[in-house]
């Protein structure tokens, strides 16, 4: 069995340890929020944070997670309260489908944790790796500075 | 005096009760045929029900499309779904809410004109009320829609035309499950399919063995030249796929064209052709001074949605309910009935929300692999993930397209006659339309169903390939033909706006030409070809927002213009953009109107607009399936490469709200303006005309 810290629960899987993390997350966990898109590392929809630094969860073996605090999307939640940048994804409706937001989520948080006051091009330059398919991205870029301007507000 | 008409979809299906159903606990349940595929559609039919019904939009709830109990409204496409169920939906809340005003009138023994109904309460004053969670029965609606009674008018209408939150987004955001992808009831297993190398490809042997052995694999299925593999765990399926690749021996052949001949090629086919209009001039025609000809092509385009399709199906008996993405549940289970030689009752598609869809892409093909798998497992569900690689080289792509032009112009510059051919696989290989299913395993199988060659609907439904190949401008004469290649090598179907995008393309690029030999501005063109208000109104609308009006001329940098009315018939778009050439071409920035009549969600049309803008960009600037004459090589992102963060154009999208028009649909009009609009800003640059796309900084030398 593996141990694993996820967004600060200890749970563990009998998955076999070359298994790539997202399949442990969303069918032992029931943690649904990262999404499978293309297994190698190329679209973002399966982010997670990895002792804070965003990670593709299609290909980390869930072995290599053990150990580390693994962050998903269901974590951002804080005492029943979303994060600023849930709030802001919503208030800026910054999606069509929805299916890339996840890992978009993930990356953003990243970035404010390291840069809490970025510009439109430090934005675009994190999320470069994310893929999103259905035209959002000016909503998303709007969406994350709105959310550093409310965290940096409180 | 004639029963007044219902709309055509509630026609089709008048029970009330198939659409609406009032709960004890204040809910509205609304069944719609039509599905969210992230357009936002369940958003603006909630709007509207709750407008017509005057209850509060937290009390609706969209309960997702299930051919077991929701109304039959044919395939979530063509950007018809706010004219088909939204207005039947009008209608039927309009009855609905009659119904239940008289029977609230009963149950407090007043007159019903004298109560007031808000948040779904029926109020005669006096602290007496009553409500629709009250008096709720399904007994009440259990009859058919009669056309009688007059929805609200425009004024009346407090949530519909106003912005509104997206009702599936909080899920999306919060990370709660959701999509297809998401399900995971209990005793589920895993499926996985092994997909043929190449579109020729037939499986010559298989040894099982070593996947068979894998501890936790359930299932091997084999039938012909479909292979599947059940496992009790993701990872296992995974695995045991990898064992099958490796023991699979393939028999292959060389069946695709060559990519980089794609006009000759499709001319060169086997075709129908058939008149799409014409008109001869009704003046006596002076001979031409001059005719501008010029062919344009589109490559074969990928769907490309950041998810794999999905789908589950579970067994019992000699019934199957399948969970599906699919656009149109009851064309599914049409085709997945001849498939598995059930009656249709015998088959449940319950539809569940994939990632955005813009086309006929996998989600249909991935159910009747579901299908096929869990029929292995009686009594369990399977849930079967296509691979990126199957996402991008075996769901149907969009046709490559040659439009040929020829266009006569007098000695001053003027179109005498337009003339035009449309050269094109079918823009529809959807399934529940043919006698065989058009299911991608379908073809496999060991008694496969017959090769499918893709349609066009009739162009008074949209059309296909002659989707907007005539043009709309007010001119004297016109010849439009289109030829739809039989021959079809790779799969064809529906992709976003279908033959408009390259139609509008070629079209608007040859505008511009025209406008550039009579040295006139071709914005002054498009209005001076442009008699109908409201299709000026989105040309001014654009002409006045920075991309356009702002511009500054200056080394490396052009703008470009395009405009259309979607279909002839639908919204009216225009687009500006500046372009920036480099050793690549940036699209800098981008404007775009639309007027799609009533806009019943503005934010959610404005969504739809500047989505649909990007893609086209996309599609412009980078998209073309590749491959060689045996396999399609652009299976994965990094040889299908779509727009990113930084190649995206600031986009500013206006929405000319009509408040008195009946709707139109939002999500592809702008597909073919942007195309073009980028085409005559690169044009506008450098003097050289793109006519191939995608357009490239290496196609823009090759012309110059």
Redesign the interface.
Known sequence: MIELDVNGTLRTTP??P???LV?VL??DF????T??????E??G?CVVLVDGAPKYACTLRAADAAGKHVS???G??RDGE?HAL?RA??EE?A????????GM?MRAAALLESNPSPDDAA???A??P??????????I?RAVLRAAAAMKAR | MSAPSLPPTLARNPRLGRWLRFRRDGIVEVHSGKVE????ILTALAQIAADELDVDPSQVRMVPACTARSPEEGVTSGSLSIQHSGMALRQVCCEARAIYLAAAARALGVDATTLLVRGGRFDAGGGRSTSYADLADDALLDRDATGAGTPKAPEAHERVGTPA??L???D????????V??L?PPGML?GRVLRPPSPGARLESLDESKARALPGVVAVVRDGSFVGVVAE???VALTALGHLRGAARWHESETLPDETRLAEWLRAQPHETTPVASRASASATPPPAKTLKATFTRPFIAH?????SCALARWEGERVHVWSHTQGIFNLRADLAIAFALPPEAIVVEHR??????GHNGADDVALDAALLARAVPGRPVRV?W??EDELAWAPFGPAMAVDIAVDLDAAGEVLLWRADVWSNGHSSRPGRAATPTLLAATHRAEPAPPIVAINMPLATGGGSDRNATPGYDLPGLEIANHRVLAMPLRTSALRALGAFANVFAIESMVDDISHVRGEDPVGWRLRHTADPRGRAVIEAVAARAPWALWKAREGFGRGFGYARYKGNGAYCAVAVEVELTHRVRVTRLAIAADVGLAVNP?GVA??L??????AVSWTLKEAVRFDRTRVTSD???SYP?????E?P??EAIVLQQREAPSMGAGEAAMGPTAAAIANAVFDAVGVRVRDLPLTAERIAAAS
Not at chain 1, 95 to 102: D, F, I, K, L, R
Not at chain 2, 37 to 40: E, L
Not at chain 2, 353 to 358: H, V
Not at chain 2, 610 to 615: F, L, R, S, V, Y
Request: net charge positive.
């Open positions: 998955a076999s070359d298994t790539p399949y969303r069918n029931g943690l649904a929020a999404r499978v898109g293309c297994g190698a190329q679209c929809a998903t999307v269901e951002l939640v979303p849930q994804f919503l409706q999606a069509q489908c929805g299916y890339c937001v996840s989520l934005v675009r330059a999320l470069e994310q893929l999103c398919r259905c035209g959002s991205h000016n909503r870029v | 595929i992230g357009q936002g939150m997206r599936d987004l909080p999306k955001v919060m990370g709660r499950p959701r999509f992808q998401d995971l895993h765990r993701e990872e490309a949605s950041v998810a794999p929300e994939g990632a955005g869809c813009y993930l691979s990126r934010d969504n739809q500047e989505g649909g803008a990007i893609q994965r992102w990094e779509i727009l990113r963060f930084s995206v600031a986009v």
